[in-house]
C-alpha cells in the first residue's frame, strides 16, 4: 500500500501533533479564562458575574455590529434565536436557534471582538448556504471541513473591519490558491470533490479542520423528521433568495464588498434541475394504442348534434400521441475518475424513471456503453426486464485516462449500420475531464456530471451540460409514483 503524501499546500509546514478530538483543550482554558475574565471585587466580596448573560450579550453586541456593516444580511441576522445549552461547548445550530456556551464567547470576546463576529457570520452563513441540510451521503468530517472552508474563504475576503482579523495565515492563502485554480467559486460540493479526491491524510485533515474550526456541527443530523427538516431548508432558502434580490437591487449600493458572500448565495440558490424532465427532450411524438381522456371524436360528436338536435356523443379515442425514447444511448464514463457509487445511483435512478410507461415504450433499443480512453462494453437492451438484469450483473470495466471520442465513433458506426435508426440523444455519465469531439453529432448529447466538478470543466458549446446531486438524482426516481415497489433501489445494486 502505498504511503501517504502530505498535501501540496502543506509540505512546507512545520510537522506538528494533530490537534486530538476536535479542540477539547482549548475548550477548558476557554472556560478557565472567561471565568478568570468574569470576576471581580467590590466592597470586599467577590462576585462571578452570569456567563449565560454574558454570552448572549455577547452575541447581541455581534449581531447589531454586522448589521450596521452588512445590511443585505439584515434577515439572516435575526433568523436564530439564541439558546443557552449544554448540547455544546462552543457555538452550534440546527437553523432555528443558536445554541452557545457563554464561557467560549467570553473568551473569543476578551481575545478579539472581531473574532466573535466571525464566529457569528460563519455561523449564519452556513444556513443560507443550506450546508446542514446537505450532508446526506457524504463523509461527515470531510463535508464539515468543507463547509468550514467555503464559509472562511468568504470570511477572509470580506474588507470590513468588523471581521477584518491577522490576515489569512499561510495555511489557508495556500489552499485557497490551489482550490481557485480549478474553481471560481469555493463552493463547500466542489470542495469536498477536490477534498476526497487528493484522499487527505488524517494528519493532514486534522490539522485543516483546527486551522477553519469556528463551530460545532453535532446539530446538524437532530432527531427531528424529515418535515421538519425540509421547512428549515426551506425557510433558509426563502431568506438566501430574499438576499440575493436585495443585493441585486435596492441594496446594491450598500453590498459593495459583500461580492463574495453575492457568488456564493447565487451559487447556492440555483434551481435544480428536473432530471426526469430532463429526460423527456429526448423523445419523440409517437401515436400509441391508449384511451385518450382529452379528446373525443368529431364523428360521433356531430352525428348525435344531427340526430338528437341537442346532445352530442361522447367517444374518446382509442389512441393518443405521446413523447416516446425508442432509441437512446447511455455512456459511463470509467476513468479512476469517477466514483463506483455515485455510477450505482445514476443507473438506479435512470432505472426507475426508465420504467416509466409514459416515457419509453415498451420495445425499446437501449445500449449501454463503457469508456475510458478506449470503448470497453457495449450491451444492447430491448426490454426494461433486460436492463434490470443488466444492472443486476453490472460490472465497471476500465480505469484509465478519459477519451470521449471513441464512443462517438462507435454510435457513428452503429447509425451507418443501422442499428441506431431514431437515435434522439446520449446521455454521457462522467466528471467531465477527459477529451472531448471537435464536431458535433447529428442528435443531442448532454454530459451528465454528479455534484459540482472541482474543476470548471470546458464542455463543448453544442453539448448540453447538466449537473447533478444525489438529491436531485433520489427526488426524480420518487416523483409522481415512478419509483415503484419493483424498481431495483440503489443498495440492491452490486458493489463497484
Given at each position: 500500500m502505498?504511503s501517504?503524501?502530505?498535501?501540496p499546500?502543506?509540505?512546507?509546514?512545520?510537522?506538528?501533533?494533530?490537534?486530538?478530538?476536535?479542540?477539547?483543550s482549548?475548550?477548558a482554558?476557554?472556560?478557565?479564562?472567561?471565568?478568570?475574565h468574569?470576576?471581580?471585587?467590590?466592597?470586599?466580596?467577590?462576585?462571578?458575574?452570569?456567563?449565560?448573560?454574558?454570552g448572549?450579550e455577547?452575541?447581541?453586541?455581534?449581531?447589531?455590529e454586522?448589521?450596521?456593516n452588512?445590511?443585505?444580511?439584515?434577515?439572516?441576522l435575526?433568523?436564530?434565536?439564541?439558546?443557552?445549552g449544554?448540547?455544546?461547548?462552543?457555538?452550534a445550530t440546527?437553523?432555528?436557534?443558536?445554541v452557545?456556551?457563554?464561557?467560549?464567547?467570553s473568551d473569543?470576546f476578551?481575545?478579539?471582538?472581531?473574532?466573535?463576529?466571525?464566529?457569528?457570520?460563519?455561523?449564519?452563513l452556513?444556513?443560507?448556504?443550506?450546508?446542514p441540510?446537505?450532508r446526506?451521503?457524504?463523509d461527515?468530517?470531510?463535508?464539515?471541513?468543507?463547509?468550514d472552508i467555503?464559509?472562511?474563504?468568504?470570511?477572509?475576503?470580506?474588507d470590513?473591519p468588523?471581521?477584518?482579523?491577522?490576515?489569512?495565515?499561510?495555511?489557508r492563502?495556500?489552499?485557497?490558491?490551489?482550490?481557485?485554480r480549478n474553481?471560481?467559486?469555493l463552493?463547500?460540493?466542489?470542495?469536498?470533490?477536490?477534498?476526497?479526491?487528493r484522499?487527505?491524510?488524517?494528519?493532514?485533515?486534522?490539522r485543516?479542520?483546527?486551522?477553519?474550526?469556528?463551530d460545532?456541527?453535532?446539530?446538524w443530523?437532530?432527531?427531528q423528521?424529515?418535515?421538519e427538516r425540509?421547512?428549515?431548508?426551506?425557510r433558509?432558502?426563502d431568506?438566501s433568495?430574499?438576499?440575493?434580490t436585495?443585493m441585486?437591487?435596492?441594496?446594491?449600493g450598500?453590498?459593495?464588498?459583500g461580492?463574495?458572500?453575492?457568488?456564493q448565495?447565487?451559487?447556492?440558490?440555483?434551481?435544480?434541475?428536473?432530471?426526469?424532465?430532463?429526460?423527456?427532450?429526448?423523445?419523440?411524438?409517437?401515436?400509441?394504442?391508449a384511451?385518450d381522456?382529452d379528446?373525443?371524436?368529431?364523428g360521433f360528436?356531430s352525428?348525435?348534434l344531427?340526430?338528437?338536435?341537442?346532445?352530442p356523443?361522447?367517444?374518446?379515442?382509442e389512441?393518443?400521441e405521446?413523447r416516446?425514447i425508442e432509441?437512446?444511448?447511455?455512456?459511463?464514463?470509467?476513468?479512476?475518475?469517477?466514483?463506483?457509487?455515485l455510477?450505482?445511483?445514476f443507473?438506479?435512478?435512470?432505472?426507475?424513471?426508465?420504467?416509466?410507461?409514459?416515457?419509453f415504450?415498451?420495445?425499446m433499443?437501449?445500449?449501454?456503453?463503457?469508456?475510458?480512453?478506449?470503448l470497453?462494453?457495449?450491451r444492447?437492451?430491448?426490454?426494461?426486464?433486460?436492463?434490470r438484469?443488466?444492472?443486476?450483473?453490472?460490472e465497471l470495466?476500465?480505469?484509465?485516462?478519459t477519451?470521449?471520442?471513441?464512443?462517438?465513433?462507435?454510435?457513428a458506426?452503429?447509425?451507418?449500420?443501422g442499428?441506431?435508426?431514431r437515435l434522439?440523444g446520449?446521455?454521457?455519465?462522467?466528471?467531465?475531464?477527459?477529451?472531448?469531439p471537435?464536431?458535433?453529432?447529428?442528435y443531442?448529447?448532454?454530459?451528465?456530471l454528479?455534484e459540482e466538478?472541482?474543476i470548471d470543466?470546458p464542455v463543448?458549446?453544442?453539448?448540453?451540460?447538466m449537473?447533478?446531486?444525489?438529491?436531485?438524482?433520489?427526488?426524480?426516481?420518487?416523483?409522481?409514483?415512478?419509483?415503484e415497489?419493483?424498481?431495483?433501489?440503489?443498495e440492491?445494486l452490486?458493489i463497484?
Amino acid at each position: 500500500m502505498p504511503s501517504r503524501q502530505p498535501a501540496p499546500w502543506l509540505v512546507k509546514q512545520a510537522p506538528r501533533k494533530p490537534w486530538p478530538c476536535c479542540l477539547r483543550s482549548v475548550t477548558a482554558a476557554s472556560q478557565r479564562a472567561a471565568v478568570r475574565h468574569s470576576t471581580y471585587r467590590k466592597g470586599g466580596l467577590r462576585l462571578e458575574k452570569d456567563l449565560t448573560a454574558i454570552g448572549r450579550e455577547i452575541l447581541e453586541t455581534a449581531r447589531n455590529e454586522l448589521y450596521v456593516n452588512l445590511p443585505y444580511l439584515d434577515a439572516a441576522l435575526c433568523s436564530l434565536t439564541f439558546t443557552p445549552g449544554n448540547e455544546t461547548q462552543f457555538v452550534a445550530t440546527d437553523g432555528q436557534k443558536l445554541v452557545y456556551s457563554g464561557a467560549y464567547l467570553s473568551d473569543r470576546f476578551l481575545r478579539s471582538r472581531t473574532l466573535v463576529n466571525r464566529i457569528y457570520l460563519h455561523v449564519i452563513l452556513h444556513c443560507m448556504l443550506r450546508h446542514p441540510w446537505r450532508r446526506q451521503g457524504r463523509d461527515s468530517a470531510l463535508w464539515d471541513l468543507s463547509c468550514d472552508i467555503a464559509v472562511e474563504s468568504i470570511l477572509d475576503s470580506l474588507d470590513y473591519p468588523c471581521l477584518r482579523g491577522s490576515g489569512a495565515l499561510p495555511l489557508r492563502q495556500s489552499l485557497y490558491g490551489q482550490l481557485r485554480r480549478n474553481m471560481a467559486v469555493l463552493t463547500a460540493e466542489g470542495i469536498y470533490l477536490s477534498l476526497s479526491r487528493r484522499t487527505l491524510s488524517e494528519y493532514d485533515q486534522g490539522r485543516l479542520s483546527r486551522e477553519f474550526f469556528a463551530d460545532d456541527h453535532t446539530l446538524w443530523d437532530p432527531p427531528q423528521g424529515d418535515e421538519e427538516r425540509k421547512k428549515q431548508s426551506q425557510r433558509w432558502e426563502d431568506i438566501s433568495q430574499r438576499t440575493q434580490t436585495g443585493m441585486e437591487t435596492v441594496l446594491a449600493g450598500t453590498a459593495q464588498g459583500g461580492e463574495a458572500v453575492y457568488e456564493q448565495v447565487k451559487v447556492a440558490n440555483r434551481e435544480s434541475p428536473d432530471y426526469r424532465s430532463f429526460l423527456r427532450r429526448f423523445a419523440a411524438i409517437r401515436e400509441t394504442a391508449a384511451v385518450d381522456g382529452d379528446a373525443f371524436e368529431y364523428g360521433f360528436y356531430s352525428y348525435g348534434l344531427r340526430l338528437y338536435g341537442n346532445m352530442p356523443l361522447i367517444e374518446p379515442p382509442e389512441t393518443r400521441e405521446d413523447r416516446r425514447i425508442e432509441d437512446f444511448v447511455i455512456a459511463i464514463d470509467t476513468s479512476m475518475s469517477t466514483s463506483g457509487a455515485l455510477v450505482r445511483q445514476f443507473l438506479s435512478t435512470t432505472y426507475s424513471i426508465l420504467k416509466s410507461t409514459e416515457t419509453f415504450t415498451r420495445k425499446m433499443n437501449l445500449r449501454i456503453l463503457q469508456c475510458d480512453d478506449q470503448l470497453r462494453s457495449d450491451r444492447e437492451l430491448h426490454t426494461l426486464e433486460e436492463l434490470r438484469e443488466y444492472m443486476e450483473d453490472f460490472e465497471l470495466a476500465g480505469g484509465s485516462a478519459t477519451d470521449f471520442r471513441p464512443v462517438f465513433e462507435h454510435v457513428a458506426r452503429l447509425q451507418e449500420q443501422g442499428a441506431l435508426r431514431r437515435l434522439r440523444g446520449l446521455l454521457y455519465f462522467t466528471d467531465g475531464m477527459g477529451i472531448y469531439p471537435k464536431k458535433r453529432p447529428p442528435y443531442d448529447t448532454a454530459f451528465i456530471l454528479m455534484e459540482e466538478s472541482a474543476i470548471d470543466v470546458p464542455v463543448p458549446p453544442w453539448a448540453i451540460r447538466m449537473v447533478l446531486t444525489a438529491p436531485d438524482l433520489e427526488r426524480a426516481a420518487r416523483e409522481e409514483g415512478v419509483w415503484e415497489e419493483d424498481s431495483l433501489p440503489p443498495e440492491d445494486l452490486p458493489i463497484l
